[in-house]
């Protein structure tokens, strides 16, 4: 895989691009927004995050013409058998409200025990060079936890206030930015993906 210079990001979120521009700044990239470039966002039918990942970096590309970036991302709870996973966001169904989505997986988990309440952020971020790019670059981050019971902490968004870092001994909604972005799933992803875009440039 070539290194490319200008990277289209599959996602219509704001925060998702502020993110990505911070974690691969220095590097001689150009990164745009899909919207900005007329690319509406595409049906995720993928069984797994991988999959749905693919399918936006590809679409983007198609539209585009141009090296597209995408990433899929959930909430895995082991009690519930890997839910919400790919249906994190709607979990509650739609639209998408954070608040529903935390009080129905509480209600879930009303009988499980402490030392079963295991959870896992996740999140794969995969770069396709044009549309039947047939290798893509593949990187992926995890952020162990474990799932509260009861919300705490007003900060940050979607399932924070619920997932707890026993090695900090916070939710991640009790985090402040620094260190919530240091920790999370998608910031480690995002550091594979900049060492191996670093050694294609090498």
Known sequence: ????????????????????RAMLAGMPLRIVAQGEMGVEDV?????????????KARHASAVTGLPALADDSGLIVDALGG???????????????????NAKL??????VPAERRSARFYAVIVLLR???????????????GEITFAPRGD??????????????GQTAAEMDAA??????????????LRARLLQLRA
């Open 1 to 20: 895989m070539s290194f490319p210079d200008t990277l289209v990001l599959a996602s219509g979120n704001a925060g998702k691009l502020e993110e990505l």
């Open 43 to 55: 049906p995720e039918t993928g069984l797994t995050f991988v999959e749905n990942a693919l399918i």
């Open 83 to 101: 839910a919400p996973g790919l249906y994190s966001a709607r979990y509650a169904g739609t639209p998408t409200n954070a608040a529903a989505n």
């Open 106 to 111: 509480l209600e879930a988990m009303r009988e």
């Open 130 to 144: 044009h549309p039947e790019d047939p290798q893509p670059l593949i990187a992926e981050g995890s952020w162990e």
């Open 155 to 168: 900060g940050g968004f979607g399932y924070n206030p619920v997932f707890f870092d026993p090695v900090h």
């Open 179 to 192: 260190t919530k972005n240091r920790l999370s799933h998608r910031a480690r992803a995002l550091e594979t």
